[in-house]
């Protein structure tokens, strides 16, 4: 415990952030990091608690609080408090491949668990993961360091998303020659066209490539396995497979209109933008533009929060954000006490810069589209919405969101986005693999295990749990490493 009395003499202070009206001028990240004297003072409020709850990724009424990397917060607090600034990179290596991802995107569990925040404020677990991280890539303690011997042993993995790119890291670094197959022209999956700029600024991306790319793991870019490269090469030329393709079926709205021009997948909107930034073709408008459109956001998620972002930047004329569930209560019900993960209504960037804009909340609870409305030439006019209220089903005793008879109304909208979350894996890459698919169709395996029902085939992340967190990403690949090394070898000594 870096200073014992910390949490008692200092008071929470996170990153400074731009106000939304000037953020919302460009695409660039809008957080900028305390000096590191300011950090070390952040980090002698961590209590090196007798139970870290922070690191314990305990399921606690269906919900799960804590660090799903098991982080070791507490020793890596103390090092930063201590100026030990390469020991606690070290310390958070050891359970974290990518600090610099999630200490940007994470939703910190970690701090939802933290004692401080008990009676008081959190400590910035989150904001000091990052500055740990960004601190060891600028006084270079980040550098290539390559497997001194290597197995022989070759391994694919399918997708470069988190879970993809984390798997690789620690099979690379066990020695074992490492190629991950992507279907999009860059590395990353949704940490590269799925999570807008402003959340993750794409240079990180690519520089995190770029190191693995330097320590031995090969990237191949625009191979869509099951596609245009058969399944079957991959299975005759390497040892191991591992599918973290993510949960790549997006949920779509079954309505009348859907048909009509102006109705997009979430994923397919942020994914023009990203791609159109990176290509230095924004300015042309090579992308799918909310500008000056009454936008309709179908979802209240974190993607539907980014497609909110997103449209604001574009210059929307309107933008509503439709959240099918009631608002969560804005504090703590007694039913829901600390260490549980908080219940509790949260505004994210996206909804605090609509707000600047347009003078409100873009989110409309208990409420979703009935029918969409077209014009002459097909293109998306209106839409016509429904408010909706819980009923218990008599059958299953379920409560479910039923319309209000009545209640429909009618609003102008010239773009819909479908941010309704994902429904399981790519069904031409499991046919192509002949692996067994559970009952929400992703990749069946036994029970916190991750091979698949083929002989050599492993899956994680989406793919395997279905849509979740970064974080969650991450744990999964590097579990699914652990079991593919002991495949191999085996036996394992990954951690």
């Excluded at 925040?117 to 991280?133: C, F, K, Q, R």
């Excluded at 009348?256 to 408008?285: C, M």
């Excluded at 091979?451 to 970064?470: C, I």
């Excluded at 974080?471 to 999964?476: G, L």
Aim: glycine content about 10%; overall charge negative.
């Amino acid at each position: 415990m870096g200073k014992p009395t910390g949490f008692l003499e200092y008071d929470r202070v996170g990153n400074t952030t731009l106000p939304p009206e000037e953020r919302i001028k460009s695409f660039n990240e809008f957080r900028s990091p305390l000096n590191m004297e300011e950090r070390t003072k952040q980090a002698a409020r961590c209590m090196n608690c007798g139970v870290p709850f922070c690191q314990s990724a305990m399921r606690l009424n269906g919900m799960v609080s804590g660090c799903p990397l098991h982080n070791l917060i507490p020793e890596w607090n103390d090092e930063l408090y201590n100026g030990h600034y390469e020991h606690a990179l070290s310390r958070l290596l050891k359970t974290n491949n990518f600090p610099e991802f999630t200490g940007r995107v994470c939703p910190a569990l970690c701090e939802a668990a933290c004692t401080c925040g008990m009676y008081d404020s959190p400590v910035t677990v989150h904001d000091n993961e990052l500055a740990v991280i960004e601190n060891g890539f600028a006084k270079g303690y980040v550098k290539p360091r390559p497997p001194k011997v290597r197995t022989g042993k070759s391994v694919a993995v399918i997708g470069s998303g988190p879970s993809g790119l984390a798997c690789a890291d620690m099979l690379n670094k066990r020695g074992h020659s490492v190629t991950v197959f992507e279907r999009e022209d860059r590395p990353g999956g949704l940490l590269m066209y799925g999570i807008p700029n402003m959340k993750l600024d794409k240079s990180v991306v690519l520089r995190r490539v770029r190191l693995m790319e330097e320590e031995g793991v090969v990237f191949r870019t625009g191979c869509d396995i099951g596609a245009n490269v058969p399944a079957h090469e991959i299975m005759e030329n390497y040892d191991a497979v591992v599918l973290c393709c993510g949960a790549a079926k997006p949920r779509d709205l079954n309505v009348e209109g859907r048909e009509l021009n102006g109705v997009h997948f979430a994923v397919d909107f942020l994914k023009s933008t990203t791609k159109a930034l990176l290509n230095n073709t924004f300015d042309k408008g090579e992308y799918i533009s909310a500008k000056g459109k009454n936008v309709l956001v179908v979802g209240g998620g974190d993607t539907g929060n980014d497609c909110v972002g997103t449209c604001v930047r574009h210059g929307c004329a309107s933008v509503t954000q439709l959240e099918m569930m009631p608002k969560l209560p804005d504090e703590r019900t007694p039913d829901n006490a600390w260490p549980q993960w908080p219940r509790v209504c949260k505004t994210d960037y996206g909804q605090e810069e609509a707000a600047a804009v347009f003078g409100h909340d873009p989110r409309v609870y208990q409420t979703t589209v009935k029918r969409l409305i077209g014009d002459d030439a097909g293109n998306l006019a209106a839409a016509e919405l429904v408010t909706l209220e819980p009923k218990r089903d008599e059958t299953t005793g379920r409560m479910t969101m039923t319309p209000v008879e009545g209640s429909e109304r009618t609003v102008d909208a010239d773009m819909l986005l479908i941010a309704a979350g994902f429904l399981g894996s790519a069904e031409y890459v499991t046919n192509a693999f002949g692996v067994a698919l559970n009952e929400r169709t992703n990749v069946l395996t036994e029970n916190e295990k991750y091979a698949s029902s083929v002989e050599k085939v492993y899956t994680a992340g989406d793919m395997h749990r279905g849509q979740s967190l970064v974080v969650w990403a991450i744990a999964e690949g590097r579990a699914a490493a652990r079991e593919v090394d002991e495949f191999l070898m085996r036996y394992t000594n990954m951690i």
